[in-house]
């Protein structure tokens, strides 16, 4: 963190929390801002009408955020004030003797060509953008900067003639007018909303129109703005911004309001996009996409996140978050939605193989770490860092869990209730459980605690089967260890869905008499429970947590038979795949511990040949998510301390053992899938997911033939998705040699001139899992492709090694831990934001067995001993405290 002179400040570890939640003093009615962009420089003047709120207790100072601001002028009421009258800290500027109702005039000079934190008023590729989420407000003018102050905004932008050809703020465009050499375009925004919603983009873009007919029969112009050299790469995107209007239409009753919806593509990005009101801003890699250059996974990516920012609309713009806490009350709320709108798009049970491949893979590492966190924290130093899995994908599960309690109908009622009370207010996440509360008559008093409890409940489940009274039990067991700052947990309520399968299928159930159906929900809500099954005529293999019913980890002793006869047989996508995982993952754990698997491993081998022989016969998306091992991220989280080297390597040596034994059934699969689909629907993107999964199995066999195989496809392939599959096959072959390294020069020449592209083929170099990778590594950060100010190409290159290179970076010589800590460093002097999400592998160290787990203390102490950003200091001390704050 660095003051306007550049010095840096060390950071006072100030705490903010929740239990200090009060409204705030003032109000601010109406907004107007100014902006006149110069080269170099940028003065803002804003005129705030502002009155004391009169639900709090009289105050006479008026306290602004602000930072990184020249002040160049104030006044109340047009009364200039004096240098007595105000006092400026770095974060603040306090007036004092303020009355009751007035208008504030206020102008602060910024740089944002200078701004590297991309935070606030930025330039990126010579265009001016906004990103205010959560307090970057602050760094554009003196302001309320806080969620539960919502204002009426009005922008004019004010530029050089001929400068830019666009020049967007939030809401409708009130006039357009050139004088006196200057450019004057004003904005207004009927809609009240926090600053962290406020937008302003100017720069030379193009635009790809279409429009949409709401419900209720009104006209939405849309609109999408890249740069010139990326209007192609828009048609996609804006076909699914419209599926998801009506989808919001059909699915929550909620409609657009403005007349006027618009995307900006900019390729400096924090994160993936922000859902500013009308007018959102987007990462290049979240909107373009066209089909010679974009992978199928993209285009679900885009699909996604167009998705998301657009239902941010009701969910998080009309009714928004009271203070920074209840964060997941938008993001978990939306992450849901998005999700739902994905799986009635896409295929439900591959979508929620990704959500719980993501939850299980990173949520429940990061719950288990320093940095757990409850869905609704107590406390932060900077709130940026707390935009994590637990707040977005724990948030979105525990919304879920809502849903299913109260079942389609009433949860659409509940749903209603919140957006129709709340419309046009800032409100807590009880808010939304009290509304599930009062439509349900349920009493949540219990489920609340998952808002407010870190960590992620164990169920351990075993059962008896009584056959003279052709009973059978379920006693669970649940238990949540302790988190930082939380030792004591409590009992949860947790929705477990369960099935019982008999030699014919799936079984009738009846608790206490009743016909449950085939599938049930138990409500588990004590420290252990027994539920007891009547009729059952033979001793049934339980399906558990059918569809990931709860975030929660089960441990039940499955026998191999009983884990084949689910993975055959399960009427549930998700539940064959899950219990798929669970033999891998006993086959696996076997081999990592030193143990003979021979028995596990040719059931897993049994049942895959006759999955692929049969391919034809089911989902082909889904049997491609079945052939994958579980991550190696996720293998370490199964152990107290884990060892990173073995888990590589019999993961690896599984891999390989997998590729030789069903070779044939691959091979056949590849063959008949191949060139048998092209396009973007459903289903060719399915046969291409297990065509190129049987062909990156067979590029682990060290065969000449699998290698041309691949080398064919690279050359001709007419879509991403198989020539990228094709490149990294080959280049993650440790046999490839020669052919790999033509594949890459060759895919770099021809893709030089798409950011994107190059960004995955700089990634596919970092995550090879064999050889000298942090070399190589250290190699690309000098490519003339790279650089170091883009979140992506940082993304590309050092998270994906970090984060998807689970050999590279767990090196035991502990080199590449160093590495990482020595790029925080640099990069924090530029982007804290992004210097602390980078970190992110660093803090799970306490998984590791001792060698690897003080080599990564030693690199995040040697962080410590240096100047750093608010955000970097937060992460750097609490996961080598091992606090949580507070
Ligand atoms: N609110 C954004 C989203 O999830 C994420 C975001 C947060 C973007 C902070 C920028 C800064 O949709
Ligand atoms: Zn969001």
Redesign the pocket.
Known sequence: MSDISGTPITPVATVTRLADYRVPEFLIEKTHLTFELHEGYTDVSSRLTITRNPQSVKADRLILHGEQLELLSLAIDEQPLDAGDYQITPHNLTIRDVPEQFVLYCTTRIYPEKNTALEGLYCSSGMYCT?C??EGFRKITYYLDRPDVMSEFETVIVAREGAFSTMLSNGNCLSDTVRDGKRIVHWHDPFKKPSYLFALVAGNLVCLEDSFTTQSGRQVLLQIYTEAKDGDKCHFAMQSLKKAMRWDEQVYGREYDLDRFMIVAVDDF??????NKGLNIFNTSCVLAHPTSTTDAAFQRVERVIA??YF?NWSGNRITCRDWFQLSLK?GLTVYRDSEFSADMNSRAVKRIEDVSLIRGVQFVEDAGPMAHPVRPDSYMEISNF?TVTIYEKGAEVVRMLANILGPEQYRQATDLYFSRFDGQAVTCDDFVQCMEEVSGRDLCQFRLWYSQAGTPQLHISDSYDADRQQYSLTVRQHTPATPGQTEKKALHIPLKVALYGGNGVLALVTDGQARGTETVLDICEAQQTIVFGQVAEKPVPSLLRGFSAPVRVFYDYQLTQLRQLILLDSDGFCRWDAMQSLMRIVLSKAIDGEDNLAEQAVLIEVLKQLLADHAAMDAALLACMLDLPGEQYLASLYDKANPPAISRARAQLQHQLAVQLQTELLSCYQVLQDSSSGLSAQAMAARSLCNRALAYLLHIDDEYYRDLAQQQFLRADNMTDRFTALKGLVHAEHAGAVAQEALQAFYRQWQHDALVVNMWFQVQATRPWGNVLQEVQQLLNHEAFDACNPNKLRAVIAAFANQNFAGFHDSSGKAYQFLADQIADIDQRNPQMAARLLTPLTHWHQFIDEHATLMRKALESLSQRELSKDVYEVVSKSLNGRGAG
């Open positions: 990103q989420e959560a924090n994160m993936g996009a922000m859902e998301h920012e941010h993001e935009y």
